[in-house]
Nanobody
């Protein structure tokens, strides 16, 4: 069983930055695909970014490409999401997700483990 705990959310002004963290425990973190999703009020949860354990391949949603960076520290069993140039439309609950396999990284069904979420609010 894998446990994921997110932190780092908060209130920030438009144009500002935040770094989210997701601490994992319970399994071999280094071999997992890790991702961030988000869910805004009255909207479906959507893919934000993913990082595979092989070759350091990363993937980003078009809406965050160039502004957000996903990274991981396998020694600390932690994945990060550095968010810059934040916009009000980035306001959402951000979820960390993990999968031991390989597949379609942008799909929710690919991920077996989820954190509880952390709120990010961007004011205009």
């Amino acid at each position: 069983q894998v446990q994921l705990v997110e932190s780092g959310g908060g209130l920030v002004q438009a144009g500002g930055s935040l770094r989210l963290s997701c601490a994992a425990s319970g399994s071999t973190f280094s071999s997992f695909t890790m991702a961030w999703f988000r869910q805004a009020p009255r909207k479906e949860r959507e893919f934000v970014a993913a990082d595979t354990w092989t070759s350091g391949y990363t993937d980003y949603a078009d809406s965050v490409k160039g502004r957000f960076t996903i990274s991981r520290d396998n020694a600390k069993n932690t994945v990060y999401l550095q968010m810059s140039c934040l916009k009000p439309e980035d306001t959402a609950v951000y979820y960390c997700a993990a999968s031991p396999g390989s597949g379609y990284m942008r799909g929710e069904m690919f991920y077996e483990y989820w954190g509880q979420g952390t709120q990010v609010t961007v004011s205009s």
